[in-house]
């Protein structure tokens, strides 16, 4: 995941996974990481293109922790934005990689963020992080 910080628009994850023109490809992009390491072939990771889909799959199989975890490399974390006037809405909107923990704060790995992979960090528990994905490598 890491060799892929900088890359623009992502191309080659949304057409990997089939789509012919870009989407909102953060989903897409931690899906072709699984599948470079070939955790989707082993059931370890799901192949999925939106955020609900990727946790409901973690959680159906009670592989799913709160925000209130210190999280470990590899997780998958999901992230409910806050809309303005809203808030939370309950349902995942962006996806992406545990990298590290390092001073209370979670270093991540995203596709799509401002449409660029890039690497990001934010306080554990913080506010707009749903939970995390626990695979069983």
């Known amino acids: 995941a890491k060799q ?33 390491c070939g955790y989707i072939d082993t059931g370890i990771i799901p192949k999925y293109a939106g955020c609900v889909q990727g946790s409901n799959w973690f959680k159906e199989r009670g592989q799913w922790a709160d925000k209130s975890i210190t999280p470990e490399p590899g997780m998958i974390i999901f992230f409910d934005w806050n809309e303005e006037g809203v808030g939370q809405d309950g349902e995942t909107d962006h996806t992406g990689i545990v990298e590290r923990v390092e001073n209370g704060r979670v270093y991540t790995v995203e596709g799509n963020s401002g449409d660029t992979c890039r690497e990001k960090s934010n306080p554990i528990g913080y506010f707009e992080i749903y939970g995390y994905g626990c695979p069983a490598y």
């Open 4 to 36: 892929q910080v900088g890359n623009v628009g992502g191309y080659p994850y949304w057409s990997w996974y089939g789509f012919h023109g870009r989407v909102e490809w953060c989903a897409c992009f931690v899906s072709w990481c699984a599948n470079e």
